[in-house]
């Protein structure tokens, strides 16, 4: 059985930083593709970052490019989001979510598996 928890999520000014966690059981993260989404209140839940494959590639969407940080411990199956110069339009409830073969990029339709996600908060 497959399961996602996020963790790490919290209230940060404007400027700071956060690192986010997806811990995976039931899977293999290096044959998986693991991508971060957010959602904020009245928008449709958009793709931030991307990992996947025996190599790590990853996937960054353009408005956290040199911001954001994906990476994963395989031997603590976790996958981690690290966030830095945080702005207010980065505030959302983040998700990660797995599935096979799925390109990075890609939208939520694509991935059947999802945690409950964390809530992220930037404001002074």
């Known amino acids: 059985q497959v399961r996602l928890v996020e963790s790490g999520g919290g209230l940060v000014q404007p400027g700071g930083s956060l690192r986010l966690s997806c811990a995976a059981s039931?899977?293999?993260?290096?044959?998986?593709?693991i991508s971060w989404f957010r959602q904020a209140p009245g928008k449709e839940r958009e793709a931030v970052s991307c990992?996947?494959?025996?190599?790590?590639?990853?996937y960054y969407e353009d408005s956290v490019k040199g911001r954001f940080t994906i990476g994963r411990d395989n031997a603590k199956n976790t996958v981690y989001l690290q966030m830095t110069s945080l702005k207010p339009e980065d505030t959302a409830v983040y998700y990660c979510?797995?599935?096979?073969?799925?390109?990075?990029?890609?939208?939520?339709?694509?991935?059947?598996?999802w945690g409950q996600g964390t809530q992220v908060t930037v404001s002074s």
């Open positions: 979510a797995a599935d096979t073969l799925v390109i990075c990029g890609r939208g939520s339709n694509w991935f059947g598996y």
């Open positions: 039931g899977i293999t993260l290096d044959g998986w593709t």
């Open positions: 990992i996947r494959d025996s190599h790590g590639t990853t």
